[in-house]
């Protein structure tokens, strides 16, 4: 996820126990454990920082609750980095000052950018719950367990030419570094699996009127038309797109998976295609238990954003209990992390900290998203 604006608060949610299903636990009863976590909740993104802090403020307070022989207490100490680069270095420093262990977060593609080669020259783990894109210098400190945002296009490209036996596909792409990474991974996919790519518009950040874009969609004879860009331009592309009458099938960037782009666009998103990282509808268990958790503790479901905040604690934890409460030994835990049982589905880390899994399509029916493919 890429932020487009700023933010600056800190507070403390305590907690601890460990997760099940570890081996050979290191930390005794009396230990206590700091893991930090950067989340921009006064940004324009504030949304999905939040969801991501409660998620991970769930998961601390669900692994304090299960102290069993070897557990350790954990404190989820959060700090607001705003979604400004040089703010999130600079509460990074902050938190590796106060000794956290490991750090959840950043979250979004610029802050990582920032804080990615600072805690590989420290020796500390960062588990972004949020960061799709490419992140550079990241060596291998830096983990996520957001799906890439590459990945995700190609897999709805093959879901479009393959399920939907589309072959002529529109694009309408933000030119920013997020639309450009997004719609080459979406056309390159296409246009391997004997797709083609009709037309592509570009748009800049904060343009309001995309009247010429879908009159293009209509001009290509599309049956297919995939929009690489956020919720807010997103929902004005949809409202367009309805206005002109085009009735083909639409497809949209991870970044759009968004309660925003609902509200924002209400009555223009039914039957929108969305790579999906989690969906709190899914009818497993462990989803379901997550939900009713999630709900009972914040009254309201949980988005991909608190399922992966969630999962990046409990996946830092596991680290702990595997080998040791040292920010070297919990990086080389997760370095070597495979078939994790996270409520996003089983995670196994790449070469890259990315999580090896698959990637759900979900549509918009009736204003909510539903799951129908994982």
Known sequence: MTSRSRMAIGFFVIVGAAAAGCTAPTLRVQDHVKVGMLAPLNSGVAAAARAAVQGATLAVDEVNASRGASGAMVTLVVLDDRGNMEESARQFQVLVDQRVVAIVGPLTDATAI???????????????????????????????????????????AEFAVRTKRTRRISMVQDNNEYGTLVGLAFSQRVRALGGEIVGTRLYRDGQTDFSRHAGGVVADRADAVFIAGYPDEGALILAALKNRGVRVIVLGSDALYSTDLLTWARGATDDLYLPAPFVASEPLPAVQDFVTKYRRRFNEAPDHFAAQGYDAVKMVVSAVRKSGSEPAAIRAGLQGMRRFPGVTGEITLDRWGAPARPVGIARVHVGQFELVRR
């Open 114 to 156: 920032a804080v990615a080669p600072l805690a590989e020259r420290g020796g500390m783990a960062l588990v972004s719950p949020g960061a799709t894109g490419t992140i550079p210098y990241s060596g291998t400190s830096f983990f996520r367990t957001a799906l890439p945002a590459e990945s995700q296009a190609a897999a709805l």
